[in-house]
T-cell receptor
Framework: AQSVSQHNHHVILSEAASLELGCNYSYGGTVNLFWYVQYPGQHLQLLLKYFSGDPLVKGIKGFEAEFIKSKFSFNLRKPSVQWSDTAEYFC????????????FGGGTRLMVKP | SQTIHQWPATLVQPVGSPLSLECTVEGTSNPNLYWYRQAAGRGLQLLFYSVGIGQISSEVPQNLSASRPQDRQFILSSKKLLLSDSGFYLCASNPGVPNSPLHFGNGTRLTVT
């Protein structure tokens, strides 16, 4: 069975700092990869996704993530965070032969200090 | 685009009482539907999913059950709540095509006392 690990549970940054949130998965087959974000008081929404092609994917609000197959990783990055990026971020994996079933990581709560 | 309605937004129930959380989807037909639970300090855990009316798959053994009486209606139930059922429950939906991302409802925060 697949699993997803997000090693940083809580991250606190100052505005303009760079961000990198780790995500590692365990599954030997082909996967689709996602990052979801949940802003305070709002519902979960898709930030970016990787299916195939260029392993560096761009998402909304200046976020990007890089799929490194050899490391089973899909880390989320942003060069300069803003206070409005304060949210909880979830990495998710969908094995290609598992239909649309997503496995989520434990989430990383990001707080950006103004 | 699809919209997911969940209610109630918050719920406080005593141990041993029944539970019924409802989720309806607009803007799509024949969606895949999911119930997730987000427990404090943990990630999202898939509880149930459904690919069609009356078709329910359970991912984890538990005190809860799910039903899909209509194409765009998904209900999460329990006959007798346990303290461990407390958490944040999210309904999600995506079209029944490969690789389509999930859309989530606003969730129901359940506190069992």
């Amino acid at each position: 069975a697949q699993s997803v690990s997000q090693h940083n549970h809580h991250v606190i940054l100052s505005e303009a700092a760079s961000l990198e949130l780790g995500c590692n998965y365990s599954y030997g087959g082909t996967v689709n990869l996602f990052w979801y974000v949940q802003y305070p008081g709002q519902h979960l929404q898709l930030l970016l996704k990787y299916f195939s092609g260029d392993p560096l994917v761009k998402g909304i609000k200046g976020f990007e993530a890089e799929f490194i197959k050899s490391k089973f990783s899909f880390n989320l990055r942003k060069p300069s965070v803003q206070w409005s990026d304060t949210a909880e971020y979830f990495c998710a994996v969908n094995a290609r032969n598992a239909g649309n079933m997503l496995t989520f990581g434990g989430g990383t709560r990001l707080m950006v200090k103004p | 685009s699809q919209t997911i309605h969940q209610w109630p937004a918050t719920l406080v129930q005593p141990v041993g009482s029944p539970l019924s959380l409802e989720c309806t989807v607009e803007g799509t037909s024949n969606p895949n539907l999911y119930w997730y639970r987000q427990a404090a300090g943990r990630g999202l855990q898939l509880l149930f999913y459904s690919v069609g009316i009356g078709q329910i798959s359970s991912e984890v053994p538990q005190n809860l059950s799910a039903s899909r009486p209509q194409d765009r209606q998904f209900i999460l139930s329990s006959k007798k709540l346990l303290l461990s059922d407390s958490g944040f429950y999210l309904c999600a939906s995506n079209p029944g095509v490969p690789n389509s991302p999930l859309h989530f409802g606003n969730g129901t925060r359940l506190t069992v006392t």
